[in-house]
């Protein structure tokens, strides 16, 4: 069983920066396709961020090109999720997800039905105030 432990939310003012963290628990396991995904209240989850491990491929939502980036740590199997420019609209709960997929399928996944996605975090909560 694979665990994805995620750290780093808080609080920030807008304007502010914020870096979360997702490491896989079973170092043996690599899964190549991971993303971050956040939901507000009364929102639905809707997909941030994603990465193909093994190519560095990455996709971002639109909301937060520019602003937000995915980088990796393959030593320490951990995916990040750098945020600046945090907006108020940013405030939601953001979970980490992971799964073994071909490079389009984890595109598909990250922009549909997340059927890939074999893996989640437990989520952390980010609030940005005005």
């Known amino acids: 069983q694979v665990h994805l432990v995620e750290s780093g939310g808080g609080s920030v003012q807008a304007g502010g920066s914020l870096s979360l963290s997702c490491a896989a628990s079973a170092y043996s396991y690599r899964p190549n396709c991971m993303a971050w995904f956040r939901q507000a209240p009364g929102k639905e989850r809707e997909g941030v961020a994603r990465i193909y491990r093994d190519t560095g491929s990455t996709n971002y939502a639109d909301s937060v090109k520019g602003r937000f980036t995915i980088p990796q740590d393959n030593a320490k199997n951990t995916v990040y999720l750098q945020m600046n420019g945090l907006k108020p609209e940013d405030t939601a709960r953001y979970y980490c997800?992971?799964?073994?997929?071909?490079?389009?399928?984890?595109?598909?996944?990250?922009?549909?039905?997340?059927?890939?996605?074999?893996?989640w975090g437990q989520g952390t909560q980010v609030t940005v105030s005005s």
């Open positions: 997800a992971a799964g073994p997929m071909s490079p389009s399928a984890c595109t598909f996944a990250f922009a549909g039905d997340r059927a890939g996605f074999r893996y």
